[in-house]
């Protein structure tokens, strides 16, 4: 398996861990009663999906530069808008990843933060949806710039991950504006 190939499968396991804590962030905030396995609770459960897709998409960016057939540098990672293959669908990851690496370091830290800003810096994971579905939607996985293949398994499962993203987020807004 080429490293390139590794990276997209795990980038693929941090948006599924990611649909999956924005399911559970939803079941946290609706109040939803009920007895999960192991004695996990629903915020525990939420913190070990949101560190597991960090670290997914963590492993995911890390691994692209070590594959010499994505031509990518390390420095194409922090400014991705110059890089040879797919500019825009990168720019699109770093700024979905910048978005969510601030929600993750501020959940990190939210104990030493105010409650409205900590709240405030949690809301950028819905902000972060955008361009992260524009990425991976976009992406051509083998960095070959081909077009989009919609019923390529892969991508299928990308955009599953994604509905279930912007359903839980609709969800939430719509229940958001009930209460008020």
């Known amino acids: 398996m080429e490293t390139i190939e590794a990276s997209g499968i795990i980038g693929m396991i941090g948006l599924a861990a990611l649909a999956a804590n924005f399911i559970i962030g939803i079941c946290i905030w609706s109040s939803v009663s009920y ?3 192991f004695s996990l609770t629903f915020l525990q459960l939420h913190k070990i999906t949101g ?3 960090a670290i997914s998409i963590l492993i995911h ?3 692209i530069p070590l594959d010499p057939k994505s031509e ?3 420095t194409d990672l922090l400014l991705p808008a110059w890089t040879q293959h797919q500019p825009l669908a990168n720019t ?3 700024v979905a990843f910048y978005l ?3 929600v993750v370091i501020s959940s990190y830290f939210k104990d030493q933060l105010k409650n409205t800003l900590w709240r405030t810096l ?3 994971s819905y902000f972060a949806v955008v361009p992260l579905i524009l990425h991976s939607i976009i992406t051509d996985p083998k960095l070959e710039d081909r077009p989009i293949d919609w019923l390529d398994a892969e991508k299928l499962f990308v955009i599953v991950c994604c509905l279930v993203i912007l359903s839980v987020s609709f969800f939430r807004f719509k229940q958001r504006k009930k209460a008020n």
């Open 122 to 124: 949690h809301y950028l």
């Open 100 to 102: 969510l690496g601030l």
């Open 92 to 94: 699109f990851g770093s």
């Open 51 to 53: 560190y597991s897709a």
């Open 35 to 37: 007895q999960l396995p």
């Open 72 to 74: 990518f540098s390390w």
């Open 61 to 63: 960016i890390v691994l």
